[in-house]
């Protein structure tokens, strides 16, 4: 059964800060692993998708990396903003037509 | 990528009484939808797989009978909580799935009184 678990729970960094998210996963047959941001009392937002042939993907100030055989991801994030503060969740799929298992997540606050 | 409404966004309802959750695929077809729920602080929970014209599939542990679910259309799956109790407070979030992406609702808050 795949496991992921989200370290840390937690964060808090001034604003400008490069930062980096962890998740890892207990099983390395992955299909592909999903980041998503969560607000309060929203739904999630998707912000990076890597299938399991990828090393890599990135979108404006994030970056994601994917190393299969250690079980691990992060989430990078550049010069952060107060707007970055949110809750990110990962997603790990096995297979293409199997359904997702999320972390705890990481809740994020960047101070002004 | 594919947008995924829900309705009503928050709902209060008396103990007792049935609430209906209508999630919706607006500009893609869906066979099959997810419905999840969320407790403050706390991660999501998958509840069960909505399947276009078959039953649903219910993860281990979810009443059936209490969270009813239809998808009737290929474009609309939805969940009823019947019987609502104060402990199925919860936001429930539904998905989709579209080119290996998974898009979400903005969910639904129930609370019962």
């Known amino acids: 059964k795949q496991e992921v678990t989200q370290i840390p729970a937690a964060l808090s960094v001034p604003e400008g800060e490069n930062l980096v998210l962890n998740c890892s996963f207990t099983d390395s047959a992955i299909y592909n692993l999903q980041w998503f941001r969560q607000d309060p009392g929203k739904g999630l937002t998707s912000l990076l998708l890597i299938q399991s042939s990828q090393r890599e993907q990135t979108s404006g100030r994030l970056n994601a990396s994917l190393d299969k055989s250690s079980g691990r991801s992060t989430l990078y994030i550049a010069a952060s903003q107060p707007g970055d503060s949110a809750t990110y969740l990962c997603a790990v799929r096995t297979t293409n037509a199997g359904k997702s298992t999320f972390g705890d997540g990481t809740t994020l606050t960047v101070k002004p | 990528g594919a947008v995924v409404s829900q309705h009503p966004s928050w709902v209060i309802c008396k103990s007792g009484t049935s609430v209906k959750i209508e999630c919706r695929s607006l500009d893609f077809q869906a066979t099959t939808m997810f419905w999840y729920r969320q407790f403050p602080k706390q991660s999501l929970m998958l509840m069960a797989t909505?399947?276009?014209?078959?039953?649903?599939?219910?993860e281990q542990g979810v009443e059936k009978d209490k969270f009813l679910i239809n998808h009737a259309s290929l474009t609309l799956s939805t969940l009823t909580v019947t019987s609502a109790h104060p402990e199925d407070s919860s936001f429930y979030i539904c998905s989709r799935f579209y080119t290996d992406t998974q898009y979400f609702g903005p969910g639904t808050r129930l609370t019962v009184l």
């Open positions: 909505s399947n276009e014209g078959s039953k649903a599939t219910y």
